[in-house]
DNA sequence: ATTCCAGAAATTATCTATTATTCTGTCGCA
DNA sequence: TGCGACAGAATAATAGATAATTTCTGGAAT
């Protein structure tokens, strides 16, 4: 078991996909909490619709419950957690149609980005991009594919300079991840990445469209997936 | 002149978009104190790159400092305002390629929530469209054109019955309209909205990609408009 | 005048302690 | 079994304090 269930003074291990564990001390402990507590939610540590109480991770961060009320509202608007006035917050909950959302959200501005990154596409930033789809097929485990495949989207797609655009495709990645842990989870066998490719190999083409194409395609796959093989919870809609 | 100038204890006339002025007593401080802030910027009565200081925010809402913290990360996670630990957070700026961003990612956003929408729609619902239409015609100002804009596109998206969606939208749509402020509130005068109007006629004649198409060029357009009106500040890059 | 720097003032980020309000769950009673 | 009162929790917010950091300001030195 690689997740220890969570609780009051249980140690986690933490940061699966925000690997850059740098905790620069520049940022603030609100900051570290909300992300860590990402991690947890993504990876399925907590488990949709816990509540999350304020003394609790206050007093197993160190930290008061000031930081923790902030961290709070980061993933609030993160989509990870929803907040009812007077009664906390607990772990969002993702029904099919949730899922399915997110995903043709993402294809839709995955495509935009991508139109947008094709011109200023380099050798050097495919052949990258290939190297992370190679890292995906040797991926033993979900969370290892799901870095791979992350890291895959966001080379290809992060020379369009869109800041505001890659943070919301960050965060609707996070979103994805979030269901495929809680389906893949138990029986987990890497896929090799024929959809990858495939884009790779239009982009060197400079057939850009295509490529939009077949991305658009591969997100929603990764949307539809789930609804056979993951039995995950209804859970806490308001 | 419609808004004062912001300072520690003036009086501002708030609540421009968000109609729903309810403050419904169910609510948190940090709600309304970031419903609030969010009018006053988007609306530019605080200019872009302006500092925000928790105490005095605080001492203004007649509140203390800890909701104003949490109302400042709901802002940030809507890309208003733009926070560096230890210096505070400021009002967000918006370059050419800022506004050009967000115009395309409506777009995107919105042609994928009206392809899910148009199953859904029915007459009076177009016909309630068509009604926002024509106040926006009749609008005196830059606020009530803005106001029947965003009614006209959440009538005929909410449809959709995707809320992630939704609310993606209309946090961008929210960019759009601080733009739009800074842009045409000198010399404004009422555009009779062809495009609407186009829309509508497909869609009741049951031609969605050719309404989408439209809607399309219709919410990029709205990102190009400023590009010769406007001289607006290059503003608070980090 | 312009630049540079030290000290002062202001501000953030955080903590601790306390209060009001609202949930939640249990116990007794019909 | 179902229902209402009550006690115990938890949230939301206040107030006040503190350390660290940033920003401002008023000169020296160039």
Redesign the interface.
């Known amino acids: 078991m690689w997740f220890a269930v969570f609780g009051r003074s249980t140690v986690t291990r933490d940061s699966i996909i925000y690997k850059t564990m740098t905790t620069a001390k ?3 402990i ?2 570290r909490i909300s992300r860590r507590l990402a991690d947890r939610i993504i990876s399925g540590s907590i488990e949709a619709g816990a509540k999350l109480r304020q003394d609790h991770i206050a007093e197993e961060f160190g930290a008061s419950h ?1 930081p923790v ?2 961290a709070f ?2 993933l ?4 990870l957690v929803v907040s009812e ?1 007077r009664r906390g917050v607990r772990v969002a909950g993702f029904s099919v ?2 899922v399915r ?2 995903a ?2 993402r294809a ?2 995955e ?2 980005a991508l139109r ?1 990154a094709a011109p200023h596409l380099t050798k050097a930033i495919l052949d990258q991009a290939e190297d992370a789809t190679r890292a995906g097929d040797r991926a033993g485990d979900a969370e290892a594919w799901e870095k791979a495949n992350r890291a895959f989207h966001r080379i290809i797609l992060a020379p369009c ?5 890659l943070k ?1 495709i960050d965060d609707l990645h996070t979103a994805s991840a979030r269901f495929l842990f809680s389906g893949w989870r138990a029986e987990w066998e890497a896929p090799t990445d024929r959809d990858h490719r495939a884009i790779l190999a239009a982009l060197r083409a400079g057939e850009v469209e295509a490529a939009a194409s077949v991305l658009a395609r591969h997100v929603q796959w990764t949307g539809h997936k789930g609804q056979k093989s993951s039995p995950f919870p209804a859970a806490a809609r308001r």
Chains 1, 2 share one sequence.
């Open positions: 520049s940022d603030t609100a900051t000031v009320r902030e509202r980061r609030e608007a993160q989509g006035p149609e949730e959302e997110v043709e959200m839709a501005l495509v935009l947008n300079g869109m800041p505001r655009l919301a």
